[in-house]
């Protein structure tokens, strides 16, 4: 057996449909009492109902910043911070997507005030010590465990709403995360097993919720395995896949969920003739895979209709060769040494959406 490091991040998980019920309890656990609640402009309606729970709980909100936007800008942080300071909140509970548990993620590490996030897309973010901030157009990422969420509830219920279309990517992104742990540097035994458990359970509900998105044991599996993919982000070092996507995203502005989508299938392709082990054992938990994970991942892809193009998303052919540089710029830990040439195809393919084969 290989030597191994594990460290495991703390932090306490309610699973379970109708568990935001559990959200006073939670609060006063923490032993505080005048939550900020945060959202996007569209989370209105998730907010509405915490108020009403809270209330039948006689906690009174200290207030209601619904100003998140995507990629974490310091400026709305700041303007979240000094609200929270007028308000006298003592606590953080974010409820949404990615985007809001980073906001409660930057109020939380700057101000101290412990964190309850209530995830509603499978980004995985509220499992991770990992803040991803942007300032004057320039996006930068820190860890730190003080950044960590305190709680995390997860309530199937809330789930419902979210689009098919979105769970598609959004789930994507998830399996990227338990992918990359699999070959992460850091890798062990325990993170193995989750990264397969959380990529079987996806795998198994996506395309279930494809077809029938009313099914709430599908959305179950598919909140479970986004859980279990989010632990693997917290705990592995994320290699080419995730530094590709922070490329991109980054410098060229393309959709976080959507570029990683597209992204991933390339990227194991890239590493897979430096990971037989990891191939092996990721096909078994992918549908459609007869021994081959690419294949089952393509299968996975094709059976969701997920994108395949990032020039479907803005991405211009002449930024192939600028995207390539900037990956090559900084080296970081990969199972296969990065190539120029062979990197600059893996970006052409995704650009061009083309079927990812295992001849890079
Ligand atoms: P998001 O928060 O922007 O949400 C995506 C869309 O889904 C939004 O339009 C939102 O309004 C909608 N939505 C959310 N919940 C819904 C629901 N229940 N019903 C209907 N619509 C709903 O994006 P995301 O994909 O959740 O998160 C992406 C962000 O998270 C990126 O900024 C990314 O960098 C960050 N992220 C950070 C980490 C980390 O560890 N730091 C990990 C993963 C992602």
């Known amino acids: 057996m290989d030597s191994f490091e594990y460290n495991a991040n703390p932090g306490r998980v309610i699973f379970g449909s109708g568990s935001i019920q559990k959200l006073p309890d939670e609060i006063m656990r923490l032993n505080v009492s005048s939550p900020l609640l945060l959202s996007t402009p569209r989370g209105s309606g998730h907010v509405y109902e915490l108020t009403r729970i809270l209330k039948g709980a006689s906690i009174k909100p200290a207030g209601t910043f619904n100003g998140a936007v995507m990629h974490t800008p310091t400026s709305v942080t700041f303007e979240g911070m000094q609200f929270l300071k007028s308000k006298s909140a003592d606590c953080i509970v974010s409820i949404g997507g990615g985007s809001v548990v980073g906001l409660g993620k930057a109020l939380s590490a700057r101000t101290g005030a412990p964190h309850i996030c209530i995830p509603t897309t499978y980004a995985g973010s509220e499992m991770t010590p990992i803040l991803g901030e942007t300032y004057a157009g320039h996006k930068t990422t820190r ?69 029938d998105p009313s099914a709430q044991p599908a959305r179950e599996r598919a909140l479970y395995g986004a859980w279990i993919c989010g632990t693997c982000l917290g705990s592995a070092a994320m290699a080419i896949h995730h530094k590709l996507c922070h490329v991109l995203g980054g410098s060229f502005g393309l959709p976080h969920a959507e570029t990683h989508t597209i992204v991933l299938p390339h990227a194991l392709s890239y590493n897979a003739p430096a990971i037989p082990k990891q191939m092996k054992e990721l096909a078994t938990v992918l549908p459609g895979s007869e021994g081959d994970a690419l294949k089952g991942l393509n299968f996975l892809l094709d059976s969701l209709q997920a994108p395949r193009a990032l020039r479907d998303f803005g991405m211009r052919e002449s930024d192939i060769d600028e995207a390539a540089e900037i990956a090559m710029a900084v080296q970081y830990p990969n199972p296969r040494a990065l190539e120029k040439d062979a990197i600059r195809e893996l970006i052409r393919r995704a650009w061009a959406g083309e079927l990812a084969k295992a001849n890079l």
């Open 143 to 211: 860890t730190d465990p003080k950044i960590l969420p305190a709680v995390v509830i997860y309530d199937v219920d809330l789930t419902m709403t979210l689009p098919p279309a979105i769970c598609t990517l959004s789930g994507v992104n998830a399996i990227a995360h338990a992918v990359e742990a699999l070959y992460a540097k850091n890798s062990n035994p325990v993170i193995s097993l989750l990264a397969l458990e959380g990529t079987r359970a996806l795998a198994q509900a996506l395309p279930q919720i494809f077809q």
